[in-house]
Structures are given as structure tokens and as C-alpha cells.
């Protein structure tokens, strides 16, 4: 059977509305992709008249960097390039007393904007005033907020991942795909691989799944965005919302963190199994034991110049299943209660440099080690059921930030990282070779099997690994023709390989009735009447090459002082990803395709999708003129990534059989042929890939308003709507003409 993967639609609108509380208010947005801010206004005199040539200098109150910059002709002004953190800004100018504004506060990816009014000296010789900001962000035209890192540091984390905290902010929710993994589906209808997630500036999710990559320690996030709809035209490879972090860096103070927390059974309450087991059986409350612990550090190695930041987490768990089917008189040697450990580490440092006022670098390391068992078993589930994962992931990045002058900013970040895949038996956790087949793994490969109240027997899965190389540039100069303006050009490229080891299975026997079994070789021997068999082989290794590339160009523009407009363009390409590396008529990559029927549908060379042109425009409008009303509205195109799952799968099937076998013969199924004789005799269901197929799209339109309430509460309301199109789907191409009955037309 003839398979392609064609498109559907979804439309989805929802409404968001919050009240913010905060100490301090979210002001304009920086608009960088990386995690810095700014902060811009315009200086004038008492008299309202504009002061070019004024000197501005932020200088961050924990680590002691400084900038400056000069006002323009106009008296507007912009430091940019700005850490997270809090600011210390004086204003100077020769005849005039000078302005400082103490105790500024950035956070991630936002801009405060700060007008400051001069007096000439001998009438005031100078002036101190407390920065608090607007709680209404006057310039925002996306839909976006901030979690902080208060925060991050007193609400409860049971997982220690502060990502968890974006289900905070309206608009979110999570799914049950992959109950391990943290997921935020972010903006009106969008599922879990359409978001994107960045830290530090650069790319952090794995390719498959689309979920994060690796994992950080909870005392190393200083705070993240969320957009959960139109980011502007600097962020990419997203069909809904993107979430952006910022890591911790070293301070003037030596600074750290300890902790612990530790769990027993005693406050664990039991499952329903658990209590089946311990009303039927007199089984006791299994055991449980939890420790969570970790330290973190940060301080500065040269002050106002060098500092430096660490963290290390682990999470041990020694927990237990209990396996109770029902039908003791089938499977009490399989009941009872079983070990399932596991654990995971976390790990980070990073160290900052100022080059001097203008430059500075940044380098971070960060890895995470990770094996968890069986998160299936229990119940009717053997304890053998579903396997181990160890996960070793690993990454290095670094970024360079130039202030070239009061007028142009540039940012470059690079990044290099592992993301390791390895299933294991429960009762073997030794990681073999890519690619090898020594004895002790065959062993591994055993038949599973299927009753009515118990599984038993574990499929092997495939190894995977991940390589991902990433460089980006983001570039932004201000004018001021015709308005304010913040122009942004920026583009990168990101290399994301994959290899995976798929190896064959000892097969899957289903039987309809329960039977006694104990897992031991004359139970399984006199097993009777299956009703089906299933098992995928030979062996095989695939190869994905996985390109994205991105330009966009960016304007951030204020006509007048009350209204802000976001114009930009972004063009996205994702290359090699649709196997078109690949040729059909290969014998050793294809041995068992390439006839004449196959070859019409698959044409690997004229694959991609090259149009992906994604305008924004977005529109915030202050209407009350003093930051308390502001109507907002934007509009933008969205590329979501080609996930390698669709693309691993066509390589699967043109090299791998997948045998299914109705009321088959036990045990031994194929009636004493071989295997892969047996499968080239029957016929064929093929899935192919549409030589068509592009990157799902998505058509955003959002429109909101925000009402200051008090000094330090506001509501805000969001309606957003999206429509995405390109959604793969599963089409059957050679359907029988008549039902079931009828003849194929291929």
C-alpha cells in the first residue's frame, strides 16, 4: 500500500486575559533574539525644549558594568546590549545639574524607557529619583510576559525545571505525549513541537520530539519570556510561541545556594494497584526514597570585569512498582513489587568577561545525565515491560556583544551540543556500540508477550544520536529620520545531524485468552492459539542531515511618541531534512525498493520548500499618553521545522519489513523459513513522503489592550488567532476500489 503525507487545517481562537502584579513594571521591548535589553528615552529641559550631545552612563549595580551613550540631535537616547538585572542611569551635561536614576530594572528581552528632564546647575545641583517604571509596556505589540527570577526562586518546582512555570501566564497548557519531558503548548491552538525554545540566544530543541534538548539546573536560570504569539520578525522556527531564557552570571558579591529535599513512602498514599495488592494479598505500601539536592556559586573573579557562575543538581529516586493483574492463577510468579530507580544530574558553568566599555563575552558549559526505568510497568504491566533510557546531553556556547557605537549594537552567538538516546532492559543496563551487535545485546532482544490482563517482554528501541552546530549574528542601528527608529538585520545557521541504530526486535505474540506464564522457557513453550504476530527486521542504521538557515531584516519604529510600529521580514529554509541526499535506486541504502511502481512517487532531488517568506507587522498604540491605556494589534507568518520523525520513518520503511501475521503458527511463525525470505514473498504496505510537503504554516492575528490599575497592577486582554496549514497527515493513495474486497489500483 502507496502512503504520502499530505496537509489539514486547524483554526483556533482564544481569549487571554491577566491581572500582572509586580514590583516593577515591563516596559517597551528590546527586540533582540538573545537575552538583553536597553534603555531609551529622550532628555529634555524644564522647558520641554530637547539636550543633544547629554552623556548617559547605566552602570549594572551587581556586576559593575557600565555603557554610555550620547543623545542625538532630537535628545533621544538608547544603551543597549543590556544584561538582565538592575541599573544605576545618570544624565549629564555641561550647564546643567546632573539626573540619576537609581535602581532600573531590565528583564529579559524588554527595553525600559526612561525620559529624564535636566535643570540648569546653580538652580538644582542635581537630582535623584527612584526608577519605577510603568506597569503598561507602551511599545509591546506581541503577546508576551515574564517570568522573573523571584519568581523562579520561590514558587514550588516538584521537577526543579523553571520552564514549568510558563502554564503560568494565560494562553498555555500542557499535554500527556511525553510525561518525562516538560511541554507548553503556547497560543491558541498549537501542539507541543510548535514552540520554539532558545537560551542565551541559541537553538535548545531536539529535532524529533521538538521538545527541549537538555535540561538546566534550576539555580542557574535567572528568568525567561514567554511569547505565546506574533514574536517579531527576529524569532523563527516557530508555529505559535517562543520561550527565551536567560542563564545566571556572576556578580560583585560571592553569592550561592544549597539544598535539599528528601521524601519517604510515609507520605506517599498508595495506587490503586497498591491497594488491590494490599487488601487481596496483604502486600505492604512499597518503598520509596527521594533525595533532590544541590549547590550553586557565582562571584566575581576580577571585579567590574570577570565573574563567574555555577550549579550542580541531582535527583535520585528509588521508587517501586507493583504488578497486580487480576488473575493470580495465571501470573503470581509475575506479581508482586519491583525496584525502579533512577536518577538524573545537572550541571553548568559559566563565566562572563568585559573586553572593555563597549565588548563583552560570554562562554557556558551545561550538561545533564539521565536514566530513568520503565514508565509503564505496574498494573498489568510486567516489571520488564518497558525499558530504561539513558540520556547523556551536553552543550557549550558563547557570544560576543559589541556596542560599536551610540548607534549600532552587534550580537553573535555559537553553539555546539550532544544529545544522546539509549533504551536498555530493565535488567541489563549496559550501552553497547553504535551499530554493534555483540551476544550479550541479542540477548536483550526478546519475544514479547500479550494476554488479556498482563504484558510481558520488552521491545528493544533504537539508539539515537544528536550532533547540533549553530552560529547566529543579530545587527541593529537607531536613526532618527522621520521618527525613531531601531533597525535589525540578523540571520544564522544551525546543523542538526542525527544517526540513529534501529535494531531488530525478538517479535510481539498476542493472545486472546489468558494462559499460565511465568516468563520462564516451558511456560512460553506451552503457550497456545495466538491470534497474532508481529516483528520488525533486519537491523539498520539511518542517517538524517537536518539544515535550518534564517535572514530576517527588522524595524522598530515611533512615528510619535505614542505609537509604536514593528515592521519586518523573515525567510526561513530547512534543507536536507526531506532525505533528499538519498537515491531510490541505491541497492545498499534500498535493497528491497526501487521497481518501477515505487519510483513515479519518489523523486528525493526536487524536494524542499523554498518560498517560506514570513512578513510581521505589529502596531501599539498609548492611547492615554502617559502609559495606563494601550491598544495593541500584529499580524505575522510562522514556519514551523519538518520534524526527522516523518523523515526517520521513510527511511524505515524502504529498508526495514514490518511483519504482521494473523492467527500464526507457535512457535515458530514463519512455518521454518527465514524471516527475511518470508517477508520478500508477501506483499508490500509502503509509506512514502509527498515530494510535495512543506513547512506547516501558520497565520497569526492577535489584538489586545492594557489598563494600569494601581502603580504596580494592570489587566490585560488578548485575543489571539491562529491558523495553521501543512499539518502532515497520513493519506492512502492506493485504496481497494471496493471495501475491503476490491483490487488496488497500484
Not at 514558587?155 to 510558563?166: E, G, H, I, K, S
Not at 519586518?568 to 535493497?591: E, M, S, V
Not at 502617559?626 to 526527522?644: E, F, L, M, Q
Request: glycine letters at 10%.
Amino acid at each position: 500500500m502507496l502512503r504520502k503525507l499530505d496537509v489539514s487545517r486547524s483554526v483556533c481562537c482564544i481569549l487571554t486575559v491577566g491581572a500582572l502584579t509586580l514590583g516593577v513594571g515591563l516596559t517597551s521591548p528590546a527586540g533582540a533574539q538573545t537575552t538583553g535589553g536597553a534603555i531609551a528615552g529622550v532628555v529634555t529641559d524644564t522647558q520641554g525644549g530637547v539636550l543633544p550631545g547629554v552623556t548617559l552612563t547605566a552602570r549594572n549595580v551587581e556586576t559593575g558594568v557600565v555603557r554610555t551613550t550620547v543623545t542625538e540631535a532630537d535628545g533621544r537616547y538608547r544603551v543597549a546590549g543590556l544584561a538582565p538585572g538592575r541599573y544605576d542611569l545618570k544624565a549629564e551635561l555641561a550647564g546643567f545639574g546632573p539626573v540619576e536614576v537609581k535602581d532600573l530594572t531590565l528583564t529579559i528581552g524588554l527595553a525600559v524607557a526612561r525620559d529624564i528632564t535636566l535643570h540648569l546647575q546653580g538652580v538644582q545641583e542635581s537630582v535623584t529619583v527612584t526608577g519605577v517604571s510603568p506597569v503598561v509596556e507602551t511599545a509591546k505589540t506581541d503577546v508576551s510576559g515574564v517570568i522573573t527570577q523571584q519568581q523562579i526562586d520561590t514558587l514550588p518546582l516538584a521537577t526543579r525545571q523553571p520552564v514549568a512555570l510558563a502554564l503560568l501566564l494565560p494562553g498555555t497548557s500542557q499535554d500527556a505525549v511525553r510525561p518525562r519531558k516538560f511541554n507548553a503548548n503556547l497560543g491558541a491552538g498549537a501542539f507541543t513541537n510548535a514552540g520554539a525554545f532558545l537560551i542565551d540566544g541559541v537553538w535548545n530543541k531536539e529535532p524529533v520530539t521538538g521538545e527541549p534538548r537538555q535540561d538546566f539546573p534550576q539555580g542557574a536560570i535567572r528568568e525567561f519570556k514567554v511569547n505565546l504569539s506574533n514574536a517579531t520578525a527576529e524569532y523563527g522556527w516557530t508555529a505559535s510561541g517562543v520561550v527565551t531564557i536567560a542563564t545566571r552570571s556572576g556578580t560583585n558579591r560571592f553569592s550561592g545556594e544549597g539544598f535539599e529535599a528528601f521524601r519517604d513512602k510515609s507520605l506517599n498514599t498508595m495506587s490503586r494497584f497498591e491497594q488491590a495488592a494490599h487488601d487481596t494479598r496483604g502486600a505492604p505500601k512499597p518503598d520509596y526514597r527521594r533525595n533532590q539536592f544541590g549547590v550553586a556559586i557565582g562571584g566575581p573573579v576580577v571585579k567590574d570585569t570577570l565573574h563567574f557562575f555555577g550549579a550542580v543538581e541531582r535527583t535520585k529516586e528509588d521508587k517501586y512498582i507493583t504488578v497486580s493483574t487480576g488473575r493470580s492463577q495465571f501470573y503470581s510468579a509475575l506479581e508482586g513489587i519491583f525496584p525502579e530507580p533512577e536518577y538524573s544530574n545537572t550541571y553548568f558553568a559559566k563565566g562572563d568577561w568585559r573586553v572593555d566599555r563597549n565588548q563583552s563575552v560570554f562562554v557556558r558549559l551545561a550538561g545533564q545525565q539521565q536514566d530513568y526505568t520503565c514508565d509503564t510497568c505496574g498494573g498489568t504491566a510486567a516489571w520488564n515491560t518497558d525499558g530504561g533510557i539513558n540520556q547523556p546531553r551536553r552543550s557549550v556556547a558563547g557570544g560576543h556583544t559589541w556596542v560599536i557605537s551610540t548607534h549600532a549594537l552587534n550580537e553573535i552567538r555559537a553553539q555546539y551540543s550532544f544529545y544522546g538516546y539509549y533504551p536498555h532492559p530493565v535488567s541489563d543496563t549496559s550501552l553497547f556500540d553504535f551499530g554493534a551487535y555483540p551476544a550479550q545485546r541479542l540477548a536483550q532482544f526478546q519475544p514479547t508477550f500479550s494476554f488479556p490482563t498482563l504484558t510481558y517482554g520488552w521491545p528493544p528501541g533504537l539508539y539515537v544520536l544528536q550532533w547540533a552546530k549553530e552560529v547566529r549574528d543579530d545587527f541593529s542601528i537607531t536613526t532618527s529620520k522621520l521618527g525613531s527608529h531601531v533597525w535589525k538585520f540578523g540571520g544564522g545557521a544551525k546543523s542538526l545531524l542525527g544517526q540513529d541504530d534501529v535494531p531488530p526486535n525478538g517479535g510481539t505474540w498476542t493472545f486472546n485468552a489468558d494462559q499460565i506464564f511465568d516468563g520462564t522457557d516451558p511456560t512460553k513453550a506451552s503457550l497456545k492459539s495466538p491470534i497474532l504476530f508481529t516483528q520488525a527486521l533486519p537491523a539498520i542504521r539511518r542517517s538524517l542531515p537536518n539544515w535550518y538557515t534564517e535572514a530576517y531584516v527588522q524595524d522598530e519604529w515611533k512615528p510619535t511618541a505614542n505609537l509604536t510600529l514593528n515592521l519586518g521580514l523573515r525567510y526561513d529554509y530547512q534543507a536536507k531534512i526531506l532525505n533528499t541526499g538519498l537515491d531510490i535506486n541505491d541497492p545498499i541504502i534500498f535493497p528491497t525498493t526501487g521497481t518501477p511502481r515505487q519510483i513515479p512517487f519518489v523523486d528525493f532531488k526536487n524536494r524542499g520548500d523554498k518560498n517560506n517568506f514570513a512578513p510581521r507587522v505589529g502596531i501599539a498604540w498609548d492611547a492615554s499618553r502617559n502609559a495606563s491605556t494601550v491598544v495593541r494589534g500584529a499580524y505575522g507568518i510562522y514556519y514551523n521545522p519538518i520534524w526527522a520523525t516523518l523523515m526517520r520513518g521513510e527511511q524505515t520503511n524502504f529498508r526495514q519489513a514490518n511483519i504482521t501475521i494473523s492467527n500464526p503458527s507457535y512457535p515458530d511463525p514463519f512455518g521454518g523459513r527465514d524471516p527475511l525470505s518470508f517477508a520478500s514473498t508477501a506483499p508490500q504496505n509502503i509509506s512514502i513522503v509527498d515530494n510535495g510537503l512543506q513547512n506547516s504554516r501558520a497565520m497569526a492575528v492577535t489584538g489586545g489592550v492594557s489598563q494600569g490599575l494601581t502603580r504596580t497592577m494592570a489587566l490585560h486582554a488578548d485575543v489571539v488567532y491562529n491558523h495553521m496549514t501543512g499539518v502532515p497527515m497520513v493519506t492512502n493513495i492506493n485504496p481497494r476500489s471496493n471495501g475491503t474486497a476490491g483490487n488496488r489500483p497500484l
